[in-house]
T-cell receptor
Framework: AQSVTQLGSHVSVSEGALVLLRCNYS??????LFWYVQYPNQGLQLLLK??????LVKGINGFEAEFKKSETSFHLTKPSAHMSDAAEYFC????????????FGKGTHLIIQP | EAGVAQSPRYKIIEKRQSVAFWCNPI?????LYWYQQILGQGPKLLIQ????????DSQLPKDRFSAERLKGVDSTLKIQPAKLEDSAVYLC????????????FGPGTRLLVL
């Protein structure tokens, strides 16, 4: 069964600092990988997705993620944090074919210190 | 383009009562998903529809949960009877491309079972 591990339930960075949110997945076949962001009392918004094209994926709001097959990782980064980035971030994996619902990690709460 | 619509946004019921949630996906999206998000966790897939057929309901507690998608558009998720542990946010999502494509989420229905 596929699974997703997000290291760190809470990550705190200073405004303007690098943001790094970690995600590792378990898979025996090439997955499709996603990062979603959730603001309080809202649904999930797609940040970016990897679907076997370029390994470095650029998303919205200045975020990007790199797919590393050898490390089974898909870490999310942003060079300079902004106060508006404070939210819950979820890494998720899916597989093409019929049953392709997302399997989510437990989430990482990003805190931005002024 | 209108997003995924869900109603109601909030619902409070007592245990053993029944409740129903409604979802209207993005126009033209053949795939529809229902997820359960318990506080502090990532969403968990309950059921996936392709048009009006069920593709995956392996994680749906079928003794109390049911879902349908008549005519391949709107969907309804029902819980009968509700238990305390059903308190969660129920998210509906739709997708144009299935697993390799982005899933677009509605705002969710927050259920509290007393």
């Amino acid at each position: 069964a596929q699974s997703v591990t997000q290291l760190g339930s809470h990550v705190s960075v200073s405004e303007g600092a690098l943001v790094l949110l970690r995600c590792n997945y378990s898979s025996s076949v090439p997955p499709y990988l996603f990062w979603y962001v959730q603001y309080p009392n809202q649904g999930l918004q797609l940040l970016l997705k990897y679907t076997s094209a370029a390994t470095l994926v650029k998303g919205i709001n200045g975020f990007e993620a790199e797919f590393k097959k050898s490390e089974t990782s898909f870490h999310l980064t942003k060079p300079s944090a902004h106060m508006s980035d404070a939210a819950e971030y979820f890494c998720a994996v899916a597989y093409g074919g019929g049953a392709d619902g997302l399997t989510f990690g437990k989430g990482t709460h990003l805190i931005i210190q002024p | 383009e209108a997003g995924v619509a869900q109603s109601p946004r909030y619902k409070i019921i007592e245990k053993r009562q029944s409740v129903a949630f409604w979802c209207n996906p993005i126009s033209g999206h053949a795939t529809l998903y229902w997820y359960q998000q318990i506080l502090g966790q990532g969403p968990k897939l309950l059921i996936q529809f392709q048009n009006n057929g069920v593709v995956d309901d392996s994680q749906l507690p079928k003794d109390r949960f049911s879902a349908e998608r008549l005519k391949g558009v709107d969907s309804t998720l029902k819980i009968q009877p509700a238990k305390l542990e059903d308190s969660a946010v129920y998210l509906c999502a739709s997708s144009l491309e299935g697993g390799r494509g982005a899933q677009y989420f509605g705002p969710g229905t927050r259920l509290l079972v007393l």
